[in-house]
């Protein structure tokens, strides 16, 4: 089991460093990914703060013998285009953090998806982002797209995101999955059971194979 959508006091989250990765110890993560928000958000990583982070990080993984990715989850901005600081990440997740009409909630992750070096699609279709509907045949392009560009769908356990529909689909196309709590506390860390049972049921290759 893994959990690769972790965030800590580096930007929105509440758990340090240190309390993450024990965390993760003790729910038995082999590997975990910490993916603060990126340079868009107004507590977001910046390079001084990527660079002090992953010294935290190389720390932790010795003291408690779990694997972590330096990662960064990027907001989809005008155009599709993401804004991240200088550093070499791990991972990259893409996510939309705006209200958005249908179009050009679409648009955004159409472009980011062609244009950008991006990882993993983000809580696609979160209850934090509302839509006037949704568009079937644009779900389908999305998941087309994502298969193309080898870019993970996120099984998203807080938000219980993509819902089941697109879930199925990406996983009948044959997509790489991700799976995340998006824990912003200690307490969250590892709190993926819904998108475990999820990824099981309709899926057949992770993010794990294609990073590590």
Avoid at 152 to 165: G, L, R, V
Avoid at 190 to 207: H, L, M, P
């Amino acid at each position: 089991m893994f959990d690769f959508h972790i965030h800590s006091v580096y930007s929105d989250g509440r758990g340090r460093i240190d309390e993450i990765v024990r965390k993760a110890r003790e729910r038995g993560l082999k590997v975990i990914c910490i993916a603060d928000h990126s340079s868009e958000h107004s507590l977001g990583l910046t390079k001084k703060k990527a660079e002090k982070r992953s010294i935290e990080i190389e720390m932790a993984e010795q003291k408690y013998g779990v694997v972590v990715l330096n990662g960064v989850e990027c907001g989809i901005l005008e155009n599709g285009r993401i804004e991240k600081p200088e550093f070499k990440f791990d991972l990259i997740i893409a996510s939309i953090h705006s209200y958005l009409t249908p179009e050009e909630y679409y648009k955004r992750l159409r472009e980011c998806i062609r244009t950008q070096e991006i990882h993993v699609l983000g809580h696609l279709h979160s209850e934090m982002v509302s839509l006037d509907g949704r568009i079937p045949e644009y779900d389908l392009e999305i998941i087309d797209l994502a298969k193309e560009n080898c870019v993970a769908i996120e099984i998203n356990s807080y938000h219980k995101a993509p819902p089941h529909d697109i879930i199925e689909e990406a996983g009948r196309k044959g997509l790489i999955y991700s799976i995340g709590s998006d824990a912003h506390s200690v307490e969250r860390v590892g709190d993926v059971s819904w998108a475990k049972k999820q990824a099981e049921k309709n899926f057949r290759k992770s993010i794990l194979d294609v990073i590590l």
